[in-house]
């Protein structure tokens, strides 16, 4: 069992394959970036998969691919289906924006993708092209579409909540959502680069008690819901999350860590404390190497992040990391 300097059971990994997006999300990347990391700097399947095998060995059950847009990396598939097969990893999942979905869901599934998250802010075709840059409602629709009939048992929609803009169009999603089986998660923007800043943090503890009011929602417990609070339909038949790293931080629990396409385990989203795998695989180091990095970063963990005393802390943006 891998546990940090706090004491916290840490088994989840989030693994960026890319830093590259078709999308520009208000709160994430600033319109026009490009300033990626060199494809000569991106970890390989084979690195990743020697890594995480060891990482797997030692405790680290779960595994999320994300990014950037992980569907943009060439063969993820196949790099699914060689995680997937590692032994020790027990969840395989992946965090989409949809806008490949469409292709990709039924070979996600076969590859061995157990759970899928997809990114979407509203329904109104708009309001996603204001906060994309692109006008993919459609897609992305069509994408939740072909996961549902490619059987992916859960899926949840997260949903950014902005002030001022995609906080109108909550009633609408829980909507969508219920009638489609679809979990929800609200999202509070946390100020990670200047975009995270300046996006119109919404808190959704009145926002909670609002939708419980209208929709007949109680508090409940869900097994594996990570960070969320949760309310749910009374019947079970509906669950909504809410992701409150401002309002109400949950890092007494957090049990994750990030590892970057350069290679760079962050081990807090709101902190620079890393540990540089690529470097260590250039220079040689075996297993025993890899063990021992990662029991030291972990002994490093921060307790805490620190966005509510020091907002202007950190300059990388949530596409960098892999949020
Ligand atoms: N491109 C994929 C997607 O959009 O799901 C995966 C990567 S994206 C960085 C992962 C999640 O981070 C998304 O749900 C997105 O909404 C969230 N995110 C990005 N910037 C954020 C910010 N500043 N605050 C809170 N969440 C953010
Ligand atoms: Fe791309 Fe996801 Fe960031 Fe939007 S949130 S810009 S889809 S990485």
Known sequence: MLTDGCGRRVDYLRLSVTDRCDLRCSYCMPTGFKDYEEPAHWLSFDQIERLLSVFARLGMRRIRLTGGEP?????????????????????????????????????????????????????????VRAITKRDVLPQVLDGLEAARA????????????????????????????????????????????????????????????????????????VPGGGPARYLVAPD?????????????????????????????????LGQDNAVDFRRLLLDGGDDAAIERALLDGLRAKPARHEFNQQPDRIVRFMSMTGG
């Open 71 to 127: 569907l943009l990396r060439n063969n993820l598939t196949e790099l699914a289906r060689r995680l997937a097969a590692l032994p020790g990893v027990e969840d395989l999942s992946l965090s989409t924006n949809g806008t490949q979905l469409a292709k990709y869901a039924s070979r996600l599934k076969a590859a061995g993708v157990t759970r899928l998250n997809v990114s979407l802010d509203s329904l109104d075709r708009r309001r």
């Open 236 to 268: 079970g038949g509906f669950q909504i999350g809410f992701i409150t790293p401002i309002s109400q931080h949950f890092c007494a629990t957090c049990n994750r860590v990030r590892l970057s396409v350069d290679g760079r385990m962050f081990l807090c």
């Open 150 to 221: 490619a059987g992916f048992s859960l899926i949840k929609v997260n949903m950014v909540a902005l002030a001022g803009t995609t906080d109108a169009d909550i009633e609408n999603m829980v909507a969508y959502c219920m009638e489609r089986g679809f979990v929800l998660r609200l999202i509070e923007t946390m100020p990670v680069g200047a975009t995270g800043r300046d996006a119109g943090y919404l808190d959704l503890r009145p926002v909670r008690e609002r939708l419980r009011a209208r929709f007949g929602l109680v508090d409940g417990v």
